[in-house]
């Protein structure tokens, strides 16, 4: 039986448009600091600061206190950007140090950076601080300036520094919910020593862990059922955590 559609022929159907490349750009936005030197001096206070106050958090306890909850040795700083400028954040990671990068994430357009700094290590951001401020003083071609430039401002990691999504949806003090809990793992901290060590700190903290985990290349993702006080306490302790979900 013959088809006796007809074909359709369409027209004047194209439309042409420039295009746009969607690349990201390749020059940073660095602050230009009119005075180095006073930024200088400024930066290195900070991290001085965040480091007393590290100290002061667990002055109060006894070693054996401090080894019974497997207090962390180190501590998380959260470095903060100037609105509406980069922050170089590759520069604040030393592997070799074990100065890792945890997270990173844009508020009010502010850059924010996780970063957690074992114990004695904070002079290596001291030095290139100071690096930077010799620099000014001679004249010369500023050291490390993306970094130290790029640098607003640096205080202790807080919870909100972990927490990925809306800030509303963190657990109140007194309600418990389920979190994921996403810990660094790597070629020194293998992922079932990693997740041995979290799965003692949180029976300690008296956190219910779910048996099963997710494990990607340099993070492995565990769920807890934890209140806001047992999340704080589970940052004060444990140098694995790198976000919160």
């Known amino acids: 039986m013959p088809d006796n559609k007809k074909i359709l022929f369409l027209t004047h159907t194209k439309e042409s448009l420039d295009y746009i490349s969607r690349s990201s750009r390749s020059t940073k936005s660095i ?12 930066i290195s206070s900070r991290i001085q600061e965040c480091h007393n106050e590290s100290i002061r958090q667990t002055s109060h306890l006894t070693q054996e206190q401090i080894a019974a909850i497997h207090y962390k040795d180190g501590m998380y700083l959260e470095f903060s950007g100037a609105q509406n400028y980069d922050l170089a954040v590759k520069s ?21 950076a996780t970063v957690y700094v ?22 010369d ?11 607003e401002n640096i205080k202790l990691a807080i919870l909100e520094s ?4 809306k800030y509303e949806d963190i657990p109140q003090d007194s309600v418990s919910a389920w979190c994921e809990i996403w810990l660094r793992h790597d070629s020194k901290f293998i992922k079932e020593d990693v997740i041995r060590s979290f799965t003692d700190q949180c029976a300690i903290l008296q956190i219910v862990v ?9 993070r492995v993702v565990v769920l807890i059922r934890a209140n806001r006080n047992q999340l704080k306490k589970l940052i004060s302790t444990c140098a694995y955590i790198a976000e919160i979900r």
């Open 31 to 42: 602050p230009q600091r009119n005075n180095p030197l006073q930024h200088a001096n400024f």
């Open 162 to 165: 972990f927490w990925i999504g």
């Open 92 to 112: 604040l990671e030393n592997i070799s140090s074990g100065i890792r990068l945890l997270n990173v994430k844009t508020e009010n357009d502010t850059i924010k």
């Open 141 to 151: 071609r500023l050291k490390n300036n993306d970094l130290i430039s790029s640098i």
């Open 210 to 218: 779910q048996n099963d985990s997710i494990v990607f290349p340099e």
């Open 118 to 139: 074992p114990s004695g290590k904070e002079s290596i951001f001291l030095n290139k601080v100071q690096a930077y401020a010799d620099s000014s003083l001679s004249g």
